[in-house]
């Protein structure tokens, strides 16, 4: 059968069926598994026979997961992990040793920025940063011991786009690394691989999962890569449970249309905001106004799920704002069934420095919304009158 298209693949991926030949994957709740005899045990251990042995190390329901991942990523091998975090530190953890050298997007996830300035100099790995729009100096940056190059794309909160085939060059001719946080375009809006990423991380537990109900992680690209982040983590223990990427799995089958709808409710929310009096300013990768609009049309499928705005009259104005939001929901995740608002500097974000926020650009007004999948015109009435009372 010829190659089938990424909505077949999420459907149709199937690697654990029992001698019931249910239609729906059943779910694998073991911890261990069994073996014939002695020698298939030996065989087993010795890896010279592919099974699952212990869900530490695979169960079917993980692997399932993995293997959409890997279909829809162009990956070669994946592991699956209890969550984004697991997953991000999991890997650094089993690719760099002491002495070793990062050089990081300035915009990153709060939880991976704590691991690059709080953790990672214990065991003397040092990191560096570059501007998401000056991917120019990274070439300045480089050390002898430097090893990976790592960024999002787009960025949390700032919807920044940072191109991936530029990265991957600036990585290919130094022979370092280049890994790529998918999470916020998922694997169906872009596929950081085809342009020359070694290693796509997800935090599966946002649009993957897409219902808000389950956290999740997963890392996928060479086999030789992989096969270093697996021996650490089947050693380590922070893989996802079976019920979880149960669950994650079924979420895929969904996660194309579901995407869709989203990003088209994000464009229209975008398109609202543009004009609107009480608005400073709007982002969003799909809007001709984002200054890095080319990057995002030429590596992304859609824009993604996530606007954000700054609303006129600072603080209070922010404050004032989110008090009176009455559909949309008050809350830190993303890539929700629920639309989500979020006002980054007093929470997410808010541990950072002023000089920090800055550098990544968040403001006091800055708001991030995460769209949903309630009616688009019910999204915009919320946010309209929320707007209406500053
Ligand atoms: C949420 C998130 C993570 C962390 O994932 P968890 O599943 O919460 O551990 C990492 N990167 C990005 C971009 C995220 O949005």
Known sequence: MKKTHFETDAVRTQSARTQHKEHSTPLYLTSGFVFDDSEEMRASFAEEKQRDLYSR???????????????????????????????????????????????????VFGATHSLFTKYFPKWQI???????????????????????IYAETPTNPGVDVLDIEVLSRIAKKHGLLLIIDNCFATPYLQQPIKFGADLVIHSATKLIDGQGRVLG?????????????????????????????????????????????????????????????????????????HPQYEIARKQMKLGGVVVTFEVQGGVAAGQQFFDNIQLCSLSANLGDSRTIVTHPASTTHA?????????????????RCSLGLEHVEDIIADIQQALQTL
């Open 217 to 289: 992680g997963v890392t996928v690209g060479t086999k030789d890569l992989m096969r270093e982040i697996y021996l650490f983590s089947r050693l380590t223990g922070p893989s996802l449970s079976p019920f979880n990427a149960w669950v994650l799995s079924k979420s895929l089958e969904t996660l194309a249309v579901r995407a869709e709808r989203q990003c088209e409710n994000a464009l229209r929310l975008a398109t609202f905001l543009e004009g609107h009096p009480k608005v400073n300013w709007v982002k969003y990768p799909f809007l001709k106004s």
């Open 57 to 107: 190390y695979s169960n079917p329901n993980t692997s399932e997961f993995i293997d959409k991942i890997c279909k829809m990523e162009g990956a070669e091998e994946g592991y699956a992990f209890a969550s984004g975090m697991a997953a991000i530190y999991s890997t650094f953890a089993a690719l760099l040793s002491a002495g070793d050298h990062i050089i990081s997007a300035r915009s």
């Open 126 to 148: 040092e990191t560096s940063y570059f501007k998401v729009n000056e991917l120019e100096t990274i070439t300045d940056l480089i050390q002898p011991n430097t090893k990976i």
């Open 351 to 367: 541990k950072l420095e002023e000089e920090d926020k800055r550098a990544v650009g968040i403001t006091d007004g800055l708001v």
